[in-house]
């Protein structure tokens, strides 16, 4: 009887001990998108699993450019770098890291540059997964010893039966234990940062038409007036900035470069004179989500733009819409209320491609744009949003299909 124990014993401990062995996550990839004036690009960074190991960042875009970026990666652990390069749409660069911790990715794009700060990660066991192995171990142990052995001793019986008691309650609890932080894992503080203090500016202080300027973000703390630069990437940005003309009829969705700490920017071509708004949503880490606004202005004779949007080879997808694509939505009701939920249903004329993790994306703009929603789409590209108050609002729906990045823009009146 005892023999056949110990063969289940031994059985299940040869399945137990190599599947726990073995059930580590590798980390999960980061997805970063930035716009460079050469063209957009959303970089990839591989997880890794162990260190050190070769770190895979490959570049990827709506339609690829074959764009080159310039990669440094350096180690804010032990200062250590290392280079390379990798072109949009191709195989990915392998960087080595030797341990996991803060690092900086440094992509260059044209005469562009940005300041990726991240973690590598590496899955570390959690303390009690190494009790639960070494009672395992011990029971199998003193099973098996007392087979070999043909003693059935109190104690060798007691002992095992102890030891496989308690791999069995630690196993049964697995299920509610926290997980071990992974290696490389910043220190956990207390949850929740103030809000953050958001300033745009252009440079020029009064851009032109048609001309190329740069639109920066300059983010403090509420707390400290430091410069803020702990932005959790989300939506696969660090920040999503949105530019609208105050008629609505211009539309930018970019995601700024970190130029320096608490600074995003970004260089912009607008084609008509006005007031423009700027909007950006960030989300620090270990805190929600916030929305700054800003505005400025732009002079200048109005210069159409032609399509694709600028004459640049490398450019990125045109977000000017064409005629054709500004058939009306669904929206039911077909006479929204003020404070009720709406739906907007968009036709698409294909498959839809992820687009910023989301099948589609909706954003809608009071009119005085003191208001900006935000609303991602179901497959079948159907927003639900609440809209405040009455009056008109601007709205564009954006999705990528065929390789190309679709922005459809239309208005919603609110009468009551
Ligand atoms: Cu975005």
Redesign the pocket.
């Known amino acids: 009887m005892i023999r056949v124990l110990a063969a289940a014993f031994l059985l299940v401990l040869w399945a137990a001990v190599p599947a726990r062995a073995h059930v580590v996550e590798s980390g999960a990839e980061l997805r970063v ?1 930035q716009t460079f004036a050469a063209g957009e690009v959303t970089l990839v960074i591989a997880g890794v699993s162990s260190v050190p190991a070769p770190l895979l960042v490959s570049a990827h875009a709506v339609r690829s450019t074959g764009l080159q970026l310039g990669l440094e990666l350096r180690s804010l652990a032990d200062g250590s770098r290392s280079a390379g390069s990798a072109r949009v749409g191709q195989g990915p660069a392998a960087l080595p890291v030797r341990q996991a911790g803060p690092y900086e990715l440094r992509v260059r794009a044209g005469g562009e540059a940005s300041v990726i700060p991240f973690r590598v990660l590496v899955p570390a066991a959690a303390p009690w997964t190494m009790v639960m192995d070494g009672a395992f171990l011990v029971a199998g142990l003193l099973v098996v010893g007392g087979v070999l052995a043909g003693s059935r001793s109190r104690l060798l019986v007691g002992g095992a039966s102890a030891a496989g008691a308690v791999a069995v309650a630690v196993m049964l609890l697995t299920p509610y234990l926290p997980p071990a932080p992974p290696e490389g894992a910043a220190p956990v503080t207390e949850a929740g940062r103030p809000y953050v203090q958001g300033r745009f500016s252009t440079l020029p202080a009064r851009p032109a038409t048609g001309a190329e300027f740069t639109l920066t973000l300059r983010l403090t703390d509420g707390a400290t007036g430091r410069p803020v630069d702990d932005l959790a990437v989300h ?3 660090p ?4 530019i609208t003309s105050q008629d609505g009829a211009v539309f930018r ?3 700024p470069l970190r130029t320096a700490p608490g600074v995003l920017s970004v260089r912009l071509r607008l084609p008509s004179p006005g007031r423009y708004l700027a909007h950006a ?1 960030i989300e620090r880490q270990e805190s929600g989500g916030q929305l700054v606004s800003g505005a400025f202005a732009v002079a200048g004779p109005a210069r159409p733009e032609a399509e694709p949007q600028e004459t640049a080879p490398q450019e990125t997808a045109p977000q000017e819409t064409a005629p054709q694509e500004t058939a009306t939505p669904r929206i039911t009701p077909a006479e929204p209320v003020a404070g009720s939920p709406v739906t907007v249903e968009i036709g698409v004329e294909g498959p839809l491609q992820p687009w ?1 993790g989301m099948p589609g ?1 909706l954003i809608v703009r009071s009119e005085d744009g003191a208001y900006l929603a ?1 609303a991602h789409g179901a497959a079948a590209l159907r927003f639900t949003l609440t809209l405040p108050d009455p009056g008109r609002y601007q709205a564009w729906a954006q999705y990528v299909t065929g390789d190309r990045l679709v922005t459809r823009p239309f208005t919603m009146e609110v009468d009551r």
Do not use: K, R
């Open positions: 998108t939506h696969e940005a920040a999503h900035v949105v969705h970019v995601h949503e910023l994306h935000h």
